[in-house]
């Protein structure tokens, strides 16, 4: 009987199994089946334009090449071509993430079932499931859910991607998207925030660290105390397959391995949308990197900027930056002393270097910029008499022409109905002079009496005319430089006469590139003429005198022709050189950022003038400019034409008329008790 049964279970239990079995069977080929015609009509699906879905961090460079800065959003990413990625590091994230590659059609069964075997004995795995294709199409083309659609849409346009597109052109695409931490995305940008270098120039060891972020970059960051013990073993795990596959030698394992991390890791910095270069930060170029940006940002927009992926060539040269932010530095160094400005312009307007002060990071306002740069002008003092100069040649009076250069001069009516009085520098008188001598003694009494003739509000006008954006008031002062102006705007000036009478306005860019190759500007630099040609030569030839033998002499450039004139300001607050060569016009300001302080005894000079410091600053970095180029040479004027004026009755005290053909007797000035001049080299203004 119990036999009987037995036999009958067993009977019944081997129809149950097969039973099973069989449905199991159906259940799977179903189940393939329609996983294959999913995913086959899957397959017909257009694969998406990846480079439409991903923010591009732009790159500023300068005239020469060198990095100057980045500007990015949320997501930096500079999308490099395989060629410009390091070998190694090519082969340290197949080791890492993908061994079968260069083989396998898009995704990898193995690789699946060993990373779902690891998954149910809740061990980890060096390798998972996905391929580096999987991983790039689920980056470039789907969002990140994890669902088993997703998974199917996944697989299929990976094989139609590796049927349709080179290993190479995949693998470029996946280093230019997967996601390193610190806000890098893409080898590009990761290869500069970890190690400061190119992603052409990473080696095993970085390579091997780079590769070990990838599965989850944020708990492995060398910089994070808690994670350190995951970052060694993440390189190490690496470094072991790479070894396994032969792409190092056992020496070259034994090597990464003894040497640590924190080595040759940058340190984590805040998230800033504006990466100033190594050498742009060597250089003080954080007044120019604003400067750049915002200049871009008006042209271009701030979305296109911070995500268009720009490639922009600036018309800075960073080697000439880093010589006037090292002139500008070497002296006056604290934070209590005064602060230099510098703006060097070559003969096409381009702005090669810009200093706009010491730090950027404690103090915005660019001071070469005035208004413009967030603050105020300054008062240029003598510097602006080249300007009268120049008005009263266009007017026709001669170069010759001659004035009494008293210690002190008197204009009835012309200080809001007061007397306006003039005083040339440490009172000193200079008899009877022509222009040329004015200028380069840098008479203040002469140069009065010579806005009487051209009268002030022609003054103002040719300023503009020259490159100064400064509001000027028309008063007879302006020709003592009361009024404030920016030392861009003096820089522009001065060029206009060394490139004999066309003003080239300044510019910063040189060349703006979308990130499709096309060209969204290029400088041309058009000359427009402000000044005839021989006024421009007779007041370069009276800047000349003044280096040669006058004020500025101190700014004298072995072997190559100089041309400047300096100022400084009531009660030594603002010290001044401006000038140029053939080839170059720099402007130099050294005054107290935030007040108007006097500069008495500062860093062991007794009183601060445009002769001195000013001047020391304009020769270094005019030497620096000029190194190893043909000096070249500027026209001397063929004659001094037009009406020479006659001198008045030299006194001690003169007391001058104001009425005259140009001028009206009712015209107002403030009045100027000390200003810049002087008769003296040392102390001469």
Excluded at 175 to 187: D, H, M, P, Q, S
Aim: glycine share 8%; net charge negative; no cysteine.
């Amino acid at each position: 009987m119990v036999s009987a049964r037995l036999k009958r279970n067993r009977r019944s239990s081997s129809s149950l199994a097969r039973r099973t079995r069989r449905l199991a069977y159906y259940g799977l080929l179903i189940f393939v089946a329609g996983t294959a015609g999913f995913i086959q009509v899957l397959g017909r699906l257009e694969l998406p334009d990846a480079s439409a879905v991903s923010d591009q961090t732009t790159i500023v460079f300068d005239r020469d090449g060198d990095e100057i800065a980045r500007f990015h959003g949320e997501q930096n990413r500079v999308p490099l071509s395989i060629e410009e990625v390091s070998p190694i590091l090519v082969d340290a994230v197949i080791a890492a993430e993908d061994r079968g590659f260069l083989d396998h059609p898009g995704v990898d069964p193995i690789a699946i079932g060993r990373a779902l075997w690891a998954d149910l004995r809740s061990e980890g795995s060096l390798q998972g499931g996905s391929t580096i294709t999987q991983q790039y199409v689920k980056n470039a083309f789907l969002s990140p859910e994890r669902t088993f659609v997703r998974k199917l849409k996944e697989a299929s346009l990976a094989i139609k991607l590796e049927r349709e597109t080179e290993k190479a052109e995949i693998l470029e695409g996946y280093l230019n998207t997967i996601y390193f931490g610190r806000g890098a995305y893409g080898i590009g940008a990761a290869a500069r925030v970890w190690f400061g270098v190119t992603a052409a120039e990473l080696n095993i060891a970085q390579s091997s660290y780079l590769a070990g972020l990838i599965r989850a970059p944020e708990i492995a960051d060398i910089s994070r105390e808690s994670q350190v013990n995951e970052a060694y073993r993440r390189r190490t795990s690496v470094i072991d397959a790479m070894l396994e596959e032969g792409y190092i030698t056992s020496d070259e394992h034994a090597a990464v391995e003894a040497t640590s991390i924190e080595s040759y890791t940058l340190e984590r910095r805040p998230n800033s949308s504006i990466e100033l270069s190594p050498m742009a930060e060597a250089a003080g170029a954080g007044y120019l990197v604003e400067m750049i940006r915002r200049e871009l940002t008006e042209r271009h927009g701030s979305a296109v900027v911070f995500q268009g992926g720009l490639r922009v060539t600036a018309t800075i040269d960073l080697d000439l930056q880093l010589e006037a932010y090292r002139a500008a530095t070497a002296v006056l160094d604290e934070p209590h002393e005064p602060t230099a400005a510098v703006v060097l312009l070559d003969d096409t307007g381009g702005i090669r270097a810009l200093v706009g002060g010491r730090d950027f990071d404690e103090a915005q306002v660019n001071l070469a910029l005035g208004t413009l740069g967030g603050g105020s002008g300054r008062q240029p003092g003598s510097a602006f008499k080249p300007i009268v100069l120049a008005r009263a040649l266009e007017v026709g009076i001669s170069a010759m022409s001659q004035f009494e250069s008293p210690a002190t001069i008197d204009f009835p009516g012309l200080d809001n109905g007061e007397t306006w009085t003039v005083r040339n520098y440490d009172q000193s008188s200079h008899g009877v002079i022509d222009l040329l001598q004015a200028t380069t003694v840098s008479s203040n009494t002469a140069f009065a009496q010579l806005i009487l003739e051209t009268g002030p509000s022609p003054v103002r006008q040719l300023a503009n005319d020259l490159g100064v954006v400064a509001d000027l008031e028309p008063v007879h002062s302006l020709v003592l430089g009361t009024q404030e102006v920016s030392v861009l705007d003096m820089a522009t000036a001065y060029a206009s006469f060394a490139s004999r009478g066309e003003r080239h306005d300044p510019e910063i860019l040189l060349e703006v590139i979308d990130s499709s190759g096309g060209t969204l500007s290029r400088f041309q630099s058009t000359g427009v003429r402000v000044l005839s040609r021989q006024s421009a030569d007779i007041v370069v030839e009276a800047l000349v005198r003044t280096v040669v033998s006058g004020t500025g002499h101190r700014a004298q450039v072995d072997g190559v022709p100089s041309a400047g004139k300096t100022g400084t300001t009531q009660d030594y607050r603002d010290a001044w050189f401006v000038g140029f060569t053939p080839r170059f016009t720099a402007a130099v300001w050294v005054g107290h950022p935030t007040s108007n302080e006097s500069m008495l005894d500062v860093a062991g000079v007794e009183r601060v003038t445009g002769g001195s410091w000013p001047a020391e600053i304009w020769r270094s970095v005019m030497t620096a400019a000029n190194a190893g180029l043909e000096p070249g040479s500027f026209v001397q004027p063929e004659s001094y034409p037009g009406r020479v004026l006659a001198p008045s009755t030299s006194t001690s005290t003169t007391t001058a008329p104001v009425t005259t053909s140009t001028v009206a007797p009712t015209t107002s000035a403030p009045s100027v008790d000390s200003t810049t001049s002087s008769t003296s080299p040392d102390d001469g203004s």
